[in-house]
T-cell receptor, first 115, second 114 residues
Framework: AQSVTQLGSHVSVSEGALVLLRCNYSSSVPPYLFWYVQYPNQGLQLLLKYTSAATLVKGINGFEAEFKKSETSFHLTKPSAHMSDAAEYFCAVSDRGSTLGRLYFGRGTQLTVWP | DADVTQTPRNRITKTGKRIMLECSQTKGHDRMYWYRQDPGLGLRLIYYSFDVKDINKGEISDGYSVSRQAQAKFSLSLESAIPNQTALYFC?????????????FGPGTRLTVL
């Protein structure tokens, strides 16, 4: 089974600072990789996903993530944090060779943005 | 209108009661999923369904059952609720494409078992 590790259950940044949320996966075959965001009292929505050769993926709201096979990582970044970015962020993976479409989620990182 | 809806949004019940959580979708997707979210544990898969006749257990199916009444409806039941089933429950859908597909989530049902 896939395994996803999100380093840091809580991350705090000042408004305007760089946001870096870390995600590492465990499989030897690179999976499909996703970042989802959950705003308070809402369901999850997709920020971005990696499914092809382009290793730098741009998503919504100014977020991007870079797939690094050598580091088995898919870290999420945003150059300048905004108060509205405060939310919980989940990294997820699915098996590239599978037709099941099953997602395996990390434990989540709560992002706090200070004014 | 939301594409994936869940009812109820909040429910408080007592140990031993039978509870049903309902999910409906207007996206026309074949695949539907039920997850539970616990603080610090992320989302864990309870059951998933690829069509009305295809239902599969996820990693934490014990104590739960499901029913796929139609392509658009997927219900989760707790036959005899217990306190450690207190959690936030999400329904999700995806198209038939498989592993590369995005999943679309409902707003969640917050269940408290006393």
């Amino acid at each position: 089974a896939q395994s996803v590790t999100q380093l840091g259950s809580h991350v705090s940044v000042s408004e305007g600072a760089l946001v870096l949320l870390r995600c590492n996966y465990s499989s030897s075959v690179p999976p499909y990789l996703f970042w989802y965001v959950q705003y308070p009292n809402q369901g999850l929505q997709l920020l971005l996903k990696y499914t092809s050769a382009a290793t730098l993926v741009k998503g919504i709201n100014g977020f991007e993530a870079e797939f690094k096979k050598s580091e088995t990582s898919f870290h999420l970044t945003k150059p300048s944090a905004h108060m509205s970015d405060a939310a919980e962020y989940f990294c997820a993976v699915s098996d590239r060779g599978s037709t099941l479409g099953r997602l395996y989620f990390g434990r989540g990182t709560q992002l706090t943005v200070w004014p | 209108d939301a594409d994936v809806t869940q009812t109820p949004r909040n429910r408080i019940t007592k140990t031993g009661k039978r509870i049903m959580l309902e999910c409906s979708q207007t996206k026309g997707h074949d695949r539907m999923y039920w997850y539970r979210q616990d603080p610090g544990l992320g989302l864990r898969l309870i059951y998933y369904s690829f069509d009305v006749k295809d239902i599969n257990k996820g990693e934490i199916s014990d104590g739960y059952s499901v029913s796929r009444q139609a392509q658009a409806k997927f219900s989760l039941s707790l036959e005899s609720a217990i306190p450690n089933q207190t959690a936030l429950y999400f329904c999700a859908t995806s198209e038939r494409q498989g592993a590369r597909d995005e999943q679309f989530f409902g707003p969640g049902t917050r269940l408290t078992v006393l």
